[in-house]
């Protein structure tokens, strides 16, 4: 039972690992987007990478 629960728990925290992955991928393929067409400057990109993180991360995440 014990070994069911841990492995279920190492389940789980792969499956969040990895969704941080793919939300931290797609937010630098914004910015990467973002930096290309001027809508980012380096005195601007902190700021903005936490909102396109948060965005991304609610779209990923779900309702």
Do not use: W, Y
């Amino acid at each position: 039972m014990a070994n069911l629960q841990r492995k279920n728990r190492d389940s789980s925290c792969e499956l969040r690992l990895r969704q941080e992955e793919l939300i931290l991928k797609m937010t630098k393929e914004i910015m990467i987007k973002f930096i290309e067409v001027g809508k980012v400057t380096p005195s601007s990109f902190g700021e903005v990478f936490e909102v396109v993180h948060k965005a991304v991360a609610s779209v990923v995440s779900g309702p």
